[in-house]
């Protein structure tokens, strides 16, 4: 049994992830902000009122875990919103940092007597990160918070090698969850129950020859 932690964890692809570790057998701490009717249910430990943007929180979450080894943790908290040239949201990019880009540092930073030889970190990013793939423009603050984080990763990975502590960058692909239906979901998009599944199989298999990778969910990898 391995002990998961998992941010952002009352709903859409983080919701599913403790589920699916927990019904393995898993040991999961689900953090979050606050917590909703379906995480409640879930048979997993609940740590809310954490916001990974504030450094208060970060302070509250390595007090509260005091003592906890983690197999995993796995920084799944994230906000979208979307942006054009001709109308752009500098609060909302702001924001977009601080949730998607330092929140995950923040977290880590926090937890960081909690992780051990073999232990693994997991950024849950998203391909808009990537500047070698960007071929529409657009969703400034999105990808250039994305693009932060994995970057973020990328300097963890190094940082956390002698240690011997794998770090995984993450895309679960085009997901149907709360975040995104105001954009509209179609038959294109996977379900957060798939998403999960295929996020744990890279998560199980990421070591330290693979650190700091950047990886789809499906397995392969994506260009920076």
Not at 96 to 112: D, H, K, S, Y
Request: aromatic residues 4%.
């Amino acid at each position: 049994m391995q002990t998961i932690v998992i941010t952002g964890a009352n709903r859409g692809i983080g919701l599913e992830l403790a589920k699916q570790f927990a019904a393995r057998g898993d040991r999961v701490i689900a953090v979050c902000r606050e917590v909703g009717p379906a995480l409640e249910a879930a048979n997993v430990e609940v740590e809310a009122g954490i916001d990974v943007s504030d450094d208060a929180s970060g302070e509250r979450l390595r007090s509260r875990l005091a003592g906890v080894a983690i197999d995993v943790l796995v920084n799944n908290a994230g906000v979208l919103a979307m942006d054009s040239l001709a109308a752009l949201d500098f609060d909302a990019m702001r924001r977009q940092f601080e949730v998607n880009a330092l929140g995950p540092l923040r977290v880590t930073a926090a937890l960081m007597g909690n992780l051990r030889e073999g232990s693994k970190v997991v950024l849950v990013t998203s391909r808009m990160g990537s500047i070698a793939d960007n071929g529409s423009g657009g969703a400034y603050g999105y990808r250039m918070s994305k693009a932060a984080l994995n970057m973020a990763g990328m300097s963890l990975a190094r940082d956390l090698k002698d240690r011997r502590i794998a770090v995984g960058i993450l895309h679960p692909g085009m997901v149907a969850t709360d975040m995104t239906a105001r954009f509209g979901h179609d038959a294109s998009m996977r379900s957060p129950k798939d998403a999960a599944a295929k996020l744990i199989a890279r998560i199980d298999e990421l070591s330290s020859s693979t650190t700091g990778s950047f990886r789809h969910a499906d397995g392969q990898t994506l260009p920076w």
